[in-house]
């Protein structure tokens, strides 16, 4: 049967299809955020598709072969479809070169497991319009730069670099061998209002759900707090997120 060399696009993602579909946007250089393989499937062509992506640095998940009918809208994928990023991504060297350029104290965002694009969006969206150098996320366990996220920054994608590390914890580590104060937002800490954000600052903002990672966590320097006068015991991450960008920005 002919291969369909077909790509599905919606709000979240753009799909492409199919072994040779898939082999050649990966040769071609186009940036693939995730590789998705039927699980158990290794036949034919599959094995070296696996390694182009692991090449250019795609997130490489087997998933159910019902579920990748699904994603595919029951097409012809041949166990293979790969989700392409909404924009390319930076490096974390790229975001420190762009605040030297600028003569400024490099203030990136940090982003521990956030899940939902609309946050992520919104994120990136302040960070632009607050003057942050850049964004980090995670390669794993957080959303990446899906169609929802690039809507959802209203244009933002274009103009703020965002870096993906296989490890936020070395990641951190990186950082402050560079110099940087890390600062997480969760409960318990100093007012946000009476931090010293002086100095190259990474800002972290934990996930919807859980909040910041133990590990990641345990690196940083210092923890900010927002107060929380109701019933509800925390803010949305973008919310968050926002309120303290701008007191950083205050502050320098």
Request: hydrophobic share 40%; glycine share 10%; aromatic share 6%.
């Amino acid at each position: 049967m002919a291969e369909e060399k077909n790509t599905f696009s919606g709000e979240e993602q753009d799909i492409i299809i199919g072994r040779n579909s898939v082999a050649e946007a990966l040769r071609s250089g186009r940036e693939i955020d995730t590789l998705y393989i039927a699980k158990g499937d290794r036949s034919g062509s599959i094995g070296l598709i696996i390694g182009l992506a692991r090449e250019r640095n795609a997130a490489v998940k087997e998933i159910d072969r019902r579920k990748l009918d699904a994603m595919c809208g029951g097409a012809n994928h041949q166990g293979v479809a790969a989700k392409v990023a909404a924009h390319g991504y930076s490096s974390v060297d790229d975001i420190l070169a762009a605040a030297q350029e600028k003569g400024e104290q490099a203030f990136v965002i940090i982003c521990d497991e956030i899940e939902d694009p609309h946050n992520l969006g919104a994120i990136i969206r302040t960070a632009d319009a607050c003057g942050a150098h850049g964004v980090i996320i995670p390669k794993r366990r957080g959303v990446s730069l899906t169609y929802a996220v690039g809507k959802a920054s209203a244009g933002a994608l274009e103009y703020v670099p965002v870096a993906r590390v296989t490890n936020l914890a070395s990641a951190i580590d990186d950082l402050k061998q560079k110099g940087f104060w890390i600062y997480a937002a969760d409960m318990g800490g100093t007012p946000w209002n009476e931090q010293d954000y002086s100095g190259k600052v990474a800002l972290v903002i934990g996930s919807e759900g859980r909040g910041i990672s133990r590990l990641v966590k345990e690196k940083c320097d210092f923890t900010v707090s927002l107060p929380m006068k109701g019933k509800i015991n925390s803010l949305n991450a973008s919310v968050a997120a926002g309120i303290l960008m701008y007191e950083v920005i205050k502050n320098r």
